[in-house]
């Protein structure tokens, strides 16, 4: 039921809008926040929060890379530390730790060794020192892949991106081996149509696809600025997203694994829970607690299959729903045993974990795993990364690995917040409110400034001019009408849900060793709000204070990678003509060339039949086109000398 949902919205909004930033990073070669500065001035804000959804999503996902981290030198050891409960001693008395005993081996592992975790967030508990170190770790490793530039970045991308297809294909042959794995994947696939009517299933699949292929992030865009103009975007569109798509499926055969393993031992307690369950659901029959009536009458209670007592079990819990809990009856329905911790970090550091205890030879399977996630977490955050860094060097003069650093240590210092004892609730508060509804306003403003502002038909002819062809009506329609209206949907539906649900945690109870929901305190929920409105602020701050002229529009400033192209085809201009160009003086004029020379075209562009398809546009107060565009005027024009960085 979740593909179905994950692959419509992939085709009506991942597709043709990964595309768009694509197409409209490699014409124009800029950051985030150049593009649409040129593209529509008004709307420079989307640039801006792109940046602060990417501080916000690596703030807390560089503390997930970090949890990998201490599980894989963990794993490093046999047997595997969260292979069993510990054994508390007190003099001659060994006892099992008691907490463990009331939830499991990987589960105590989790909370109590790993995490340390508090029972509320009010209670910070200090810092986790584990943690801290491993975070650290992390911040250094993407600091070091992140300095060495988008060179670099795109070796370690390699490796980083092929790696996990190899350990994701061993862990599906060594899963499909297993007794269990048909069973497995009967649940997996078995459709439960129901679930696609929920607004939350579609909501989570769009946030699937945002952050699968790094709709908003602006991560694709800084990325896309450095091809070569005449590259075929069209095609790595398609294909990374179609890439993306079978590695979803992919992966989700690999939990099929872990479903095997979760099947085998739920169905050897299973047969436990429905003996004690019948015997009790007979003794309220007999004292005439629960009514005959409930129980169908091809029911044999010598002879109760699993299908019947599930049946059963929903009658009654459905029809002593105010009163289920004094029954008594335990908690034994496969269905819901087989679907704990399966999701959010439960799969990876729960679920995972304990199906790793049952491989043979178990550390290598850790230790394989660990390192994958590693590898994925990187591959993303050096995508996050190069969403902040590469605006901001694009439109200010600054050293690059100066502020790299820069970035990574005040990164760190933020994100002690995740590494207290109560530093998982503040995980799940991000993960929750710094990403979900503003990536979802920053895309689909990248739809309207697009489709609706500079137009879909002009933008259909510029990428025509770019590609060498013009790319498929089906575009057109979903750049103009569907993806917007679906994204406008997915607004609603996410402030609706927002309104309904109460604001809250999973918090962990030491003392029931159990996960119990909590609401979040005053302070909390503002901090959740804030979220919201701070990555969505600057969209109102920009669009007022160009409308007032309070901001110059920003559409003037020569991009980094656009400069570095420029600077090989100017290397053989005259003195005069380089200066003009370059120059950092406004004061200094040209030689008395012809006004076309002071125009330059990156390698491989034509020439367009119209000269201002691509000029800023104009209704917002841009003026004219410069030596900054990305494309060649046919038609002289007073031109005016850029601000350089260099």
């Known amino acids: 039921a ?54 916000f999503v690596g703030l807390y996902y560089n503390v997930i890379i970090g949890w990998s981290i201490f599980y894989f030198f963990q794993s490093f050891q046999y047997p595997l530390p969260w292979a069993e409960c510990p054994i508390r001693r007190n003099g001659s008395l060994a006892i099992v730790e008691p907490e463990c005993e009331k939830s499991s081996a990987t589960t105590y592992f989790w909370y109590r060794q790993t995490l340390n975790t508090t029972s509320t967030i009010a209670d910070s508990g200090g810092l986790n020192v584990k943690m801290t170190l491993s975070l650290l770790v992390a911040w250094i490793i993407v600091c070091l892949a992140v300095i060495r530039g ?11 991106s092929l790696f996990p297809y190899v350990v994701l294909f061993c862990f599906l042959v060594r899963g499909l081996l297993l007794k269990g794995a048909v069973d497995g994947i009967a649940h997996m696939f078995t459709p439960k149509l129901e679930k696609m009517l929920e607004p939350q299933v579609w909501r989570e699949a769009a946030t699937q696809v945002f952050f699968a292929l790094g709709l908003g992030f602006g991560g694709v865009i800084a990325f896309s600025s450095y091809n070569k103009i005449d590259n075929n975007c069209h095609f790595d569109a398609v294909l990374v997203s179609f890439i993306n798509f079978v590695t979803s499926i992919l992966a989700t055969l690999v939990v099929v694994r872990t ?42 209670f010598s002879q109760l299959s699993t299908v019947d007592y599930a049946e059963i079990y929903g009658v009654i819990k459905t029809v002593k729903e105010g009163s289920f809990a004094e ?22 550091f729960i679920a995972f974990t304990e199906a790793m205890t049952h491989f043979p030879a178990s550390p290598f399977w850790s230790v394989m795993f660990f390192f994958m996630l590693i590898n994925l977490g990187l591959g993303s955050m050096i995508g996050t990364m190069t969403g902040i860094t590469t605006p901001v060097l694009d439109t200010y003069k600054v050293q690059k690995e100066l502020f790299t650093v820069c970035c990574c240590i005040i990164a760190f ?183 076309f020379q002071a125009y330059l075209v990156p390698p491989g562009t034509k020439p367009l039949e119209n000269p201002n398809s691509l000029s800023a546009n104009s209704c917002y107060g841009t003026g004219l086109q410069n030596t900054i565009s990305p494309t060649t005027p046919t038609t002289p024009v007073t031109p005016t000398v850029p601000e350089c960085d260099s």
């Open 2 to 55: 979740y593909l179905v949902p994950y692959f419509i919205l992939l085709i009506l909004i991942g597709i043709p809008l990964f595309f768009l930033e694509l197409a409209v990073g490699q014409k124009i070669r800029r950051g985030s926040i150049g593009v649409w500065n040129y593209v529509c001035p008004r709307l420079g804000g989307i640039g801006v929060s792109s940046l602060m959804v990417c501080g």
């Open 150 to 160: 988008i060179a670099s970045s795109g070796k370690v991308m390699y490796f980083s």
């Open 259 to 300: 479903f095997a393993v979760r099947f085998i031992l739920c169905s050897n307690m299973f047969p436990c829970g429905v003996f004690r369950n019948a015997e009790k659901i007979l003794g309220y029959l007999n004292s005439n607690v629960l009514s005959h009536d409930l129980i169908p009458p091809h029911v044999n």
């Open 327 to 348: 029954l008594g009856l335990d908690p034994c329905v496969l269905e819901d045993e087989l679907n704990k911790s399966v999701q959010g970090t439960g799969l990876a």
């Open 413 to 595: 210092f933020c994100g002690l917040l995740f590494v207290q004892r109560s530093g998982n609730y503040f995980v799940t508060m991000f993960d929750d409110y710094s990403a979900g509804l503003p990536l979802t306003v920053v895309v689909i403003l990248e739809n309207v400034s697009v489709a609706w502002i500079y137009g879909t038909k002009r933008f259909m002819q510029d990428l025509e001019d770019m590609l060498g062809f013009r790319p498929n009506a089906f575009y057109f329609y979903m750049w103009k009408y569907v993806s917007p209206c679906c994204l406008i949907v997915l607004i609603m539906a996410t402030v609706i849900e927002m309104a309904i649900s109460p604001p809250g945690y999973n918090a962990w109870v030491e003392e029931l060793a159990q996960e119990r929901f909590q609401s979040y305190p005053p302070w909390a929920l503002a901090m959740c709000f804030s979220l919201i409105v701070v990555a969505m602020l600057p969209l109102p701050i920009v669009f007022i204070a160009r409308h007032f002229n309070l901001m110059s529009d920003g559409s003037n400033k020569l991009s980094v990678s656009y400069r570095k192209s420029m600077m090989k085809d100017i290397s053989n201009l005259e003195v005069d003509e380089t200066r003009f160009i370059l120059g950092k003086n406004p004061g200094e004029t040209p030689s008395p060339k012809s006004p």
